[in-house]
């Protein structure tokens, strides 16, 4: 990646790309996989957790795609590797639905600003709906890592069988998380412990109290609006509440203008804001 | 007198002195383009000779934007074989002879939007970095220029190589050297030297051009009062009137939005990625998978125009209209930029 | 592994839009290095029956039969493309559509003394994503041949081709042509019209006609009136300007509206 006069005068050039190579490819659900990945060059590819890569299969096109695995875990410190969790929705993502181990695509990035976890010293409440747990994951693991304050996550999906990472969930309550589970409707036939409706209605379980902790919302736009309403009527303050706006983005640099929302651009001033800072924003509907 | 050729110097020369500066330039190996008169305006074009060229303004059609921006290019090549990505990206001379200040201010602001940021544009930079320019400072306003109220013009006083100002008696032009390639492109030229009364005429034609200016907007607090005024109904007024054709957006010489995307030859053996210029004013330009982040055409057509008055502003500390008016004359639909933002602001 | 199978049919129409697919001979050996022509009266004598990859369709659909005949096209072909503007939006032919007329008039009029022949019902005029699901569109009368290649070209690879519909005045300004509507006032339908086709007419001098269809969410309706207001032409005038090529379509719908 370049990012310095040096790397330009070296010749770099910043929209040029890295190829990865397939270490596994792990079906989350109908249409989600999880790919595990190494850089073919074998350097360590580092990240923050929230920030995402531009996924090329070059000859379809580029999408921006967050990364999903723990930029600090035993894996990716000792051996490189990292994750993208991706959900099939159009042209790049069906063509990557293909790819098998050993096969490579390109990437280039991190790019982005991330989960701001140094500011959430206090408790952590994580909200997510559908692929929105993507993008919370290396968070997650992050906050499990070390940090003593509370966590809970409150995730809601279609189906149960629309949840990625189900194998986890209990990994990450050993680890000390409190998990609010929610879907808009159960599966046939199998059995789901909990709840059945809107991520909105587990808030009333959760813990983490307004005055001590910070917010991270992932999910699509309609669910993050409804969940940072609820939220502020229960007196979260807007500077403590966090969510991830998405956008669509070709670039990642701030050359080709489709981000922009106002005078922000999703692909480097976020794609991770404050709610305090998109609340007047025009053009956010939140 | 005889012209040294330093930066600092100034001199009045005749129409003679350009003949010369070109043939310089092209001697130096530099593609060199300017403003022609043609199909009845000033459109911008290859110059042979600095016969070809118009004093007129180059509010032409295309801006000259295109010369360190261009519509379309290849940004690199895969071999589908080898799996080898290969970008060459070879520096490119060309020089404009005769580009107006507002078109200068609008490449400063393409600077910092290309280069200011964590990811210098390594294309536009090789377009960028040696490009000599000739300005012409505008002693006459247009229609619908409002450089004067966008703090653009009609004069410049940085990053030229060198200043013309057309003087009072046809023919003659305080000639002013910013650099020192300015300098050797005049080195050795006959000149008369400039007088006091020479600058006193170059100061009050600028004043006069900007004091005629048909076309006005005041800039104070013009972000704010313009997010104030989002929701202003003389945004349906417009957007109601409004073709939808993106003239506007097409001849602006800040805009920069691009599409990236990749193209595949037949023998399915090299894929090319490229970018080229999109406009935000299309309908197509938010759409994502399951929906579309600016649909309609009121919003697309306020998006334009509150990045150009306002968002640029907060994002790079200037207006990205320069007030060179083109959208202006351009627009079938007789939407006025200038116009709109007196409205939102409540002076109409 | 073999090569797709294209197939080339014909509806009512001009048959410029084939004829404009033997002029590719640049690309001619290239394409048919990669796909294989199993059907195309106009050009071949050995044709064969489907299933195709990719199916082009020219004209628009007028009679009964016609429709029938799609119908079954629809299910022989992989993908379905509606070449030229007859096959999108109606065309020509879909002139007739407001004549104001019934359809026995019209066919009384246009073909008296066969006025009996069974052959000859008429029904108003449609593109062919009126009655099946249509898979792309190349517009134009007729169709830009680099399109149709850009389309195959993709096609075979399963992707959407990236054409954008935007307005006729991207081209025209990226060709610095000065602007026939803002300039010379006249009737340039360019402004309102899907581009692709390199702002052909304007930069020959001659008003754009439309005959693309229009270009993503324009507003003919105020260029309608800015034809009538400004431009003075008659109500007339306006309406058979945007019922020429592509009447059927709801952007040109609105303009003959806003002049009726």
Redesign the interface.
């Known amino acids: 990646m370049v990012k310095s006069e040096e790397d330009l005068r070296r010749g770099a050039n910043p929209l040029s790309l890295r190829p990865v190579e397939i270490l596994d490819v792990r079906r989350e659900t109908p249409d989600v996989n999880t790919y595990t990945l190494r850089l073919v060059d074998g350097s360590r590819f580092r990240f923050r957790p929230g920030q995402f890569n531009m996924v090329s299969v070059i000859g379809i096109g580029e999408s921006a795609l967050s990364m999903s695995s723990d930029p600090e875990g035993t894996e990716a410190l000792a051996e490189g590797v990292f994750q993208h969790t991706i959900r099939v929705v159009g042209n790049v993502t069906r063509a990557l639905a293909r790819l098998r181990a050993g096969d490579r695509f390109w990437i280039r990035g991190p790019y982005g600003n991330g989960w701001p976890l140094e500011q959430a010293s206090g408790d952590l409440l994580i909200i997510a709906g559908g692929i929105g747990l993507a993008p919370l994951r290396p968070a997650i693991y992050r906050r499990l890592a070390g940090n003593p304050g509370r966590l809970e996550i409150l995730y809601g999906a279609r189906t149960p069988g629309d949840m990625p990472f189900r194998d986890e969930f209990p990994v990450w309550q050993e680890g000390g998380a409190r998990l609010l589970l929610t879907a808009d409707k159960a599966d046939e036939g199998a059995e789901w412990p909990y709840r059945v409706g809107l991520v909105t209605a587990l808030l009333d379980e959760v813990e983490v109290s307004p005055a001590r902790g910070q917010v991270f919302i992932c999910g699509p736009e309609g669910m993050m609006k409804s969940v940072v309403g609820a939220l502020s009527k229960r007196g979260w303050p807007p500077e403590e509440i966090f969510v991830s706006l998405e956008r669509r983005m070709e670039c990642g640099q701030k050359t080709c203008g489709r981000c922009q929302i106002a005078d922000v651009y999703v692909c480097q001033d976020g794609p991770v804001f404050s709610y305090a800072a998109v609340r007047d924003l025009l053009g956010v509907d939140l | 007198m005889v012209l040294q050729g330093q930066a600092g110097e100034n001199a009045v020369v005749g129409r003679d002195a350009f003949d010369e500066i070109l043939a310089r330039l092209q001697e130096r190996g530099y593609a060199v383009y300017g403003t022609v008169n043609e199909?009845?305006?000033g459109?911008?074009r290859p110059l042979g000779g600095a016969g070809e060229l118009s004093l007129r303004c180059t509010g032409?059609?295309?801006p000259p934007k295109y010369l360190w921006y261009p519509?379309s290019e290849t940004?690199?090549t895969?071999d589908?074989q080898s799996?080898a990505?290969r970008?060459e990206?070879e520096p490119v001379k060309q020089a404009v002879f005769g580009i107006r200040p507002c078109d200068v201010h609008a490449l400063l602001a393409l600077d910092e939007?290309?280069l200011g940021?964590?990811?210098?544009?390594?294309y536009y930079?090789a377009r960028r970095e040696d490009l000599p320019l000739v300005v012409f400072n505008c002693v006459e306003s247009g229609d619908t220029c409002f450089c004067s109220s966008m703090g653009t013009g009609p004069g410049l006083d940085h990053d030229y190589d060198l200043l013309i100002t057309e003087l009072d008696r046809p023919g003659r032009f305080l000639l002013e050297v910013g650099s020192g390639l300015g300098g050797e492109l005049v080195r050795d030229l006959r000149a008369e030297v400039a007088r006091d009364e020479d600058y006193q005429v170059k100061h009050r034609r600028l004043e006069d051009a900007a004091a005629n200016a048909r076309t006005t907007l005041e800039t104070e607090d013009l972000p704010r009062l313009m997010?104030e005024g989002?929701g202003h109904p003389y945004w349906r007024e417009i957007s109601?009137?409004?073709?939808?054709?993106?003239?506007c957006t097409?001849?602006c010489p800040t805009c920069?939005?691009?599409?990236?995307?990749?193209e595949?030859d037949?023998?399915l053996t090299e894929?090319r990625?490229k970018?080229r210029w999109?406009?935000?004013?299309?309908?197509?330009?938010?759409?994502?998978?399951?929906g579309n982040?600016?649909e309609r055409?009121i919003?697309r057509l306020r998006?334009f125009m509150?990045?150009k008055l306002?968002?640029?502003?907060?994002?790079y500390g200037r207006f990205h209209c320069v007030g060179c008016g083109r959208c202006i004359?351009?627009?079938?639909?007789n939407i006025d930029i200038a116009q709109t933002g007196r409205t939102i602001r409540g002076d109409a | 592994m073999a090569n797709p199978k294209v197939a080339f049919f014909k509806f009512s129409s001009c048959a410029g839009c084939l004829l404009s697919v033997l002029n590719i001979e640049p690309v001619l050996l290239d394409v048919l290095g990669v796909i294989d022509i199993e059907y195309f009266i106009m050009a071949k004598r050995d044709n064969h029956e489907g299933p195709y990859t990719i199916g082009f369709i020219e004209g628009a659909v007028t009679t009964p039969k016609e429709a029938l005949e799609l119908k079954k096209i629809r299910e022989e072909c992989a993908i379905l493309v509606a070449f030229g503007n007859c096959a999108c939006t109606g065309g020509v032919p879909s002139i007739k559509n407001w004549s104001g007329m019934t359809q026995e008039q019209l066919t009384k009029t246009v073909y008296a003394e066969n006025i009996n022949d069974p052959m000859l019902t008429s029904i108003p005029a449609k593109g062919i994503d009126f009655y099946v699901k249509t898979d792309a569109y190349l517009r134009g009368c007729a169709v830009d041949v680099g399109e149709m290649v850009e389309l195959i070209k993709r096609a075979l690879k399963g992707e959407n081709p990236l054409f954008r519909p935007h307005s006729v005045c991207n081209e025209c300004k990226l060709k610095e042509n000065v602007c026939l509507l803002v300039s010379e006032g006249k009737p340039c339908m360019g402004s309102v019209s899907a581009a692709g086709c390199g702002a052909l007419c304007p930069s020959l001098n001659r008003q754009c006609e439309g005959c693309r269809g229009p270009a993503n969410d324009c507003n003919a309706a105020s260029l309608a009136k800015t034809f009538m207001e400004d431009l003075g032409l008659s109500k007339d005038d306006v309406v058979r300007k945007f019922r020429k090529y592509a009447g059927n379509t709801p952007e040109f719908s609105k303009g003959a509206e806003a002049a009726l």
């Not at chain 2, 109601?240 to 003239?247: P, R, S, T, V």
């Not at chain 2, 999109?278 to 399951?290: K, R, T």
């Not at chain 2, 306002?310 to 994002?315: A, E």
């Open positions: 199909k009845g305006t459109i911008f032409g059609t295309l519509p940004m690199f895969y589908r799996g990505l970008s990206i939007v290309f940021g964590d990811y210098p544009d390594p930079r997010s989002h109601d009137k409004c073709f939808g054709c993106a003239n097409s001849v920069y939005c691009a599409d990236i995307f990749d595949t037949f023998s894929t990625r970018r999109s406009w935000c004013f299309l309908m197509e330009f938010g759409a994502v998978h399951g982040f600016r055409r919003d998006q509150q990045h306002n968002f640029s502003v907060g994002q004359v351009w627009c079938p639909a």
